[in-house]
Structure formats: structure tokens, C-alpha cells
T-cell receptor
């Protein structure tokens, strides 16, 4: 199975600032996904990060707020811009798993916005 | 109607008990179904896939009823280490496409 790391593992930020989260995979993958898990809630897909093209965003999420980079097949970043307390959440990246249609998740980045 | 619905629990059961979780999904065209386990402050991890013919892995049995759009997970002989949140997960399409998650059912196994 792929080994996925995320940086930072947690952060506390002031409102109005931005945070960039990194996701590194130990093997090349065609697709990477970014999810958000707000307190007590389920995982919600933010966007699909495609190498060589713009990310595909889900309804309710826009590029200006959550810009994504995917410079190669093992790395992606998600930026949470102009943060507000409502952005406090766990942000997780995932990649396709070896079993058809499954995904493996990174350890997550726990973000608190004051 | 939410895409994937689960009873949030919590289910508090004694060690050795049998416990069952249910899940319903709204998209009848959904292709693949899974149970993930999420421990506190950890990422979700795949527990097992769910097939129409049923799937058993040790103490865990998962079943799918496509006609009723219903998925179940049965845990026999519960262990303290089974305490976690169990997420019902659906892939609406085939292939490497985004997953749709239920909110999860919290299980606490008590000594």
C-alpha cells in the first residue's frame, strides 16, 4: 500500500491568514483527492488534484479559497486562503488504493483558526 | 436526502457482544461499497469491501442489499480494540473517483 505523509500535522492560525498543506506519496499516482472533515461531520470532498491540469472542485468549493497544486505524480498541496474559524477542520489527502475503487488516506492536517 | 445515511450511535456494548450497523444510500447507480474504520484523531482506514454476495473477514461480516440500497456490518465477539467510528462509504462510479462518506457510527466496547 502507498505511504502518504502530510505536513503540517496540525496548526493553529489567525483568521485572515493562509496555510498550505503538503501531501507526499511514496509512489506515482494519477489522482489525488483532498477532503475536509469538520468536527463531528463526515468527510467531504474538496477537489480532485490532476497532474498537469487544473484541479476539479466540488460544489461549494472554489479555487480562490482552496488553490491546489499538483506539480508531479507524487506530490500535491492544498492552500486554505483567508482563513476564518469556519475553516477549522481536518484536511486529508487520499490516493487510489490497490483494491479497486478504494482509497488510502494521509494522516490528516488538523487546522484550528482563531 | 443525504447520499449516505448512518445511525451515529454511540453504540455501547460489552466485550463479547455482537453488534450490527446499518447504512442506506440514495444513488441506486452506485457501484462499490465499503466500510472504513476511523479511530479518534486518525485517518479513515479501509476495513472491508461489501459485495452483494456478502463478505466475511474473521469476526466481521458485511452485506449489501442493492434492491433496498442498504449496507450492513456485523461484528461478532466484540473486542475493546473494536472501539472506533465505522464509516459507510460508497463509490457512485467505477474506477478511481471520489468516495461519498456517511457520518459514521461510533462504537464503544466496554470491559
Amino acid at each position: 500500500s502507498a505511504v502518504i505523509s502530510q505536513k503540517p500535522s496540525r496548526d493553529i492560525c489567525q483568521r485572515g491568514t493562509s496555510l498550505t498543506i503538503q501531501c507526499q506519496v511514496d509512489s506515482q499516482v494519477t489522482m489525488m483527492f483532498w477532503y475536509r472533515q469538520q468536527p463531528g461531520q463526515s468527510l467531504t470532498l474538496i477537489a480532485t488534484a490532476n497532474q498537469g491540469s487544473e484541479a476539479t472542485y466540488e460544489s461549494g468549493f472554489v479555487i480562490d479559497k482552496f488553490p491546489i497544486s499538483r506539480p508531479n505524480l507524487t506530490f500535491s498541496t492544498l492552500t486554505v486562503s483567508n482563513m476564518s474559524p469556519e475553516d477549522s477542520s481536518i484536511y486529508l489527502c487520499s490516493v487510489p488504493g490497490p483494491i479497486t475503487d478504494t482509497q488510502y488516506f494521509g494522516p490528516g492536517t488538523r487546522l484550528t483558526v482563531l | 436526502r443525504k447520499e449516505v445515511e448512518q445511525d451515529p450511535g454511540p453504540f455501547n456494548v460489552p466485550e463479547g457482544a455482537t453488534v450490527a450497523f446499518n447504512c442506506t444510500y440514495s444513488n441506486s447507480a452506485s457501484q462499490s461499497f465499503f466500510w472504513y474504520r476511523q479511530d479518534c484523531r486518525k485517518e479513515p482506514k479501509l476495513l472491508m469491501s461489501v459485495y452483494s454476495s456478502g463478505n466475511e473477514d474473521g469476526r466481521f461480516t458485511a452485506q449489501l442489499n442493492r434492491a433496498s440500497q442498504y449496507i450492513s456490518l456485523l461484528i461478532r465477539d466484540s473486542k475493546l480494540s473494536d472501539s472506533a467510528t465505522y464509516l459507510c462509504v460508497v463509490n457512485p462510479n467505477s474506477g478511481n473517483t471520489p468516495l461519498v462518506f456517511g457520518k459514521g457510527t461510533r462504537l464503544s466496547v466496554i470491559a
